[in-house]
């Protein structure tokens, strides 16, 4: 009976060191998985374009995002090779002097930490709104 409790003691305190491992693989297949489907939707990049305030982010992993100026109007920036804690920001800023957001000049400012944009590609919102719709349909079909 001594081995069964120690046995169980011994998995209960290595458990939490497994769990978080595999949650971040799984977290981290989910960001990637969902930047290769806004990437399907993506233009070519442009080294600037007209930009007058966020309305809202979606990290898509370590060092892309998906930057909403409006509802229907956003952009996927390819961000420094690491952008630390990126995925987890509650809120973001945006680093741009004028009216204008430039590739490899302006930032993105997460947690403090100013992070300088590489890529900007804008991306087809009403289409992939529309796949998503599409995909759901599907999805509650099976």
Known sequence: MNRTLLALALT???????LPAAEKTSRADRF?????????F???PRS???????HDFEPLGDHTLLLYESINRAYLLEIEDFCPELTSALAIG????TSTLNAKFDSVIVRGRSCRILEIRP???KAMKAA???RRAVEKSS
């Open 12 to 18: 209960v305190l290595c458990l939490p060191a497994v």
């Open 42 to 44: 993506a233009g070519d």
């Open 123 to 125: 991306v087809d919102v």
């Open 132 to 134: 998503q719709k599409q």
């Open 32 to 40: 990637e998985q969902r930047r290769q489907f806004v990437t399907e």
């Open 94 to 97: 945006v680093n741009n002097k």
């Open 48 to 54: 600037s374009i007209s930009f007058m305030r966020s």
